[in-house]
């Protein structure tokens, strides 16, 4: 019963980041950041076994796919005074 628990590392930090990455996606409605956001919360995750330099990658890939996935500035303005 006693298992030993896995240590409180980075990964979490990273996870809870992109769960507050797809909530301000959600929104705002844009589903290819949304998409992206989820896509690096769960390779993120500690148990995914994808490390080195390929994890970081592909981290920083969602992350510019997250950021050009939004609307224009214009679009979100008008969004908002709605």
Do not use: C, N, Q
């Not at 996606?25 to 690096?40: E, H, I, M, N, R």
């Amino acid at each position: 019963m006693d298992k030993p628990r896995p240590p409180f590392t980075w990964h979490y930090y990273v996870m809870g980041f992109g769960a507050l990455a797809v909530l301000m996606a959600l929104s705002l409605g844009a589903w290819g950041s949304v998409v992206s956001a989820v896509g690096f919360t769960i390779l993120a995750h500690p148990v995914i076994r994808f490390s080195g330099p390929t994890r970081t990658v592909f981290l920083l890939a969602f992350a510019a796919m997250y950021v050009f996935g939004f609307p224009e500035a214009d679009v979100v303005r008008a969004m908002m005074e709605d």
